[in-house]
């Protein structure tokens, strides 16, 4: 079930003259994992000189006609399938008309009547711990535009049609989102869906993921308000504040006895606000149609099946997996999940050992370390192996946790494996309970007072002699063997 | 369905196209002629039948997901009123 129909009380935002529900949908526009366009056999790399991947197709040159790349319709089933949506076995392509210098067609071709995917669901979680199932209504597939570069010339524009025919995914959400961080919280899940797929990128710096953000405010419990639309929003950070943004705005609009216009926004990066776009009233009038150029595209149940046999675990399910069979926190597992990379270093780590100390140690001392050094996972100097191996190494008593973390600094810092470390500086754990007997008998004769004061009944000073012999064996002593030999001394 | 004067301007607005004043008048008349022949078709009971794309049997061709086209940005802009450094240039679009 949606939260739609709950009027969380969490979430209202209060105004000078009550509470107010925010209500937001997105739509994602998300770039197509392919080597080829949609409709054309240019190329899709970025970074490319301008105008290098383009096609006549592409520039749309008079007589030139689109025939469609069979990876993308696979890549657009799969990510229905991966959205747990319906997948239509008969969808239609459409154009969608207007006029821009970044599109030479002048009609984008998408879908509008007949996507090829239908609804489905994304599960979201919430720092608070609380999980909401996000409706989806719909994902289609569509040609992205060229792209327009207006800081060149004083009064001309220059266009690079490279983008223009790379084949993007809209995936369209149900207005089920309630707040700012559930927004961002639905992007990070979405992007972190496409990625294990391995049907988008997800590299919003780059433009291959972009959202649209559609906001209202009401009355709890009220008919939805009018919304606004703001449009490309390539970071969680932007999409959080143009949301803030225009809550804010629309509710001080209403609160002062105005109404809100339904109208497309633009979002200024550098002042985080949002401004209505100009001279845009014929916008939404696209007079869409079939293209006459492309028969409708049907998938045959077999297809579909042979695609849903091959694809990966997601991370929903990775997850559970974790928190199962792991015996992982739900926190733990979600750090863990939320990208690809990680929970494939963490399974290498983990595999064959103590799967819950492994992700203790990765979670905080690995992250800790990266984070502290500005690296990501995949130039970490641990290896998931040399992870693993220190593991082993605590869980087989061959050095303490504590002693552990000396050495996985060591690790971070050399790339050594711990093995090496730990023989170099002698810092294996002893064991031995003779030495450590001994130990013990030299820190209870230096402190014969507080020996004394013990068995009297002050339990308290337990600590204090486990401390001292820790002290005297430099960190090394089994601190378990410490516990229970120093308990038989004492009480004994 | 009927095509008054303001939608012909509308679309042709919409279309980009210029057109007169005198010529709207006939625009409209020869669309509200064309819409009225098409509007025949409604005579025919659809009920219960799939929208027809094609008479021809074909589904729609697949392409392999190849590189086998681009790196011709001398032709793509040879018709180009205007270029520089391998851009497109026309006036200003800014929002």
Known sequence: ?492 | MSVDKSTVKKIAKLARIAVSDEETDTIASELNHILNWIEELNEVDTDGVAPLASVTGHNLPLRQDAVTDGDKVDQILANAPEQASGFFVVPKVVE
């Open chain 1, 1 to 492: 079930m949606s939260t739609q129909d709950m009027t969380d009380n969490t979430n209202l935002v209060q105004g000078e003259t009550g509470l107010w529900e925010v209500v937001i949908g997105m739509e994602v526009h998300a770039q197509v994992l392919s080597e080829a366009k949609l409709f054309s056999g240019s190329s899709t790399r970025f970074g490319a000189e301008p105008n290098q991947n383009v096609s006549l197709v592409d520039a749309a040159m008079p007589g030139m006609l689109p025939v469609i790349n069979a990876e993308c319709v696979r890549q657009a089933v799969k990510t229905g399938l991966g959205l747990k949506a319906e997948i239509n076995l008969t969808s239609v392509f459409d154009r969608k008309n207007y006029f821009y210098a970044d599109l030479p067609q002048g009609y984008q071709i998408s879908q509008f009547k007949q996507p090829i995917v239908g609804e489905g669901s994304i599960t979201i979680s919430l720092k608070d711990g609380s999980t909401h199932e996000i409706g989806i209504e719909r994902l289609h597939l569509e040609q992205d535009a060229g792209k327009s570069m207006h800081d060149q010339h004083p009064s001309k524009s220059y266009i690079d049609l490279n983008r223009s025919g790379v084949a993007l995914m809209e995936i369209v959400s149900r207005p089920d989102l309630r707040s700012a961080e559930q927004a961002g919280a639905y992007i990070k899940k979405l992007r972190s869906i496409l990625r294990y797929l391995g049907t988008c990128d997800g590299n919003m710096e780059e433009g291959s993921l972009r959202a649209d953000v559609n906001v209202s405010v009401r009355r709890p419990g009220e008919e939805l308000g009018t919304r606004t639309e703001t449009k490309n929003l390539n970071s969680v950070r932007f999409i959080t504040q143009a949301i803030n943004y225009e809550v804010q705005r629309q509710i001080e609009i209403i609160e002062e006895g105005g109404t809100i216009d339904q109208e497309t926004r633009l979002f200024d990066t550098s002042t985080g606000t949002t401004r209505t776009m100009r001279g845009k009233e014929d916008a939404h009038d696209y007079r869409y149609f079939p293209d006459p150029d492309l028969l409708p595209l049907v998938l045959s149940e077999e297809v579909v099946s042979e695609i849903e046999a091959a694809l990966p675990e997601l991370p929903d399910e990775i997850r559970a997996r974790m928190t199962g069979e792991y015996g992982l926190s739900d926190y733990d597992a979600a750090v863990l999940t939320e990208e690809k990379e990680t929970a494939a270093f963490y399974e290498a780590a983990s595999a064959g050992r103590d799967r819950k100390l492994t992700a203790n140690w990765m979670s905080v001392e690995l992250f800790g370390a990266l984070n502290k050094a500005s690296l990501d996972l995949d130039s970490s100097p641990i290896s998931p192996d040399q992870l693993g191996a220190l593991v082993d190494l605590i869980s087989d008593g061959t050095i303490s946790g504590r002693i552990a973390k000396d050495v996985f600094a060591d690790m971070f810092e050399t790339g050594k494996a711990a093995a090496d470390i730990i023989e170099e500086k002698g810092l294996k754990q002893v064991s031995d309970s003779g030495a450590i007997e001994t130990l013990i008998d030299s820190v209870m004769q230096a402190n014969e007072d507080k020996v004394a004061e013990y068995r009297g009944g002050k339990d308290k000073l337990f600590g204090f002699f486990v401390g001292q012999v820790m002290k005297q064996s430099g960190g090394q002593a089994n601190p378990a063997m410490v516990n229970q030999i120093l308990r038989q001394k004492l009480d004994g």
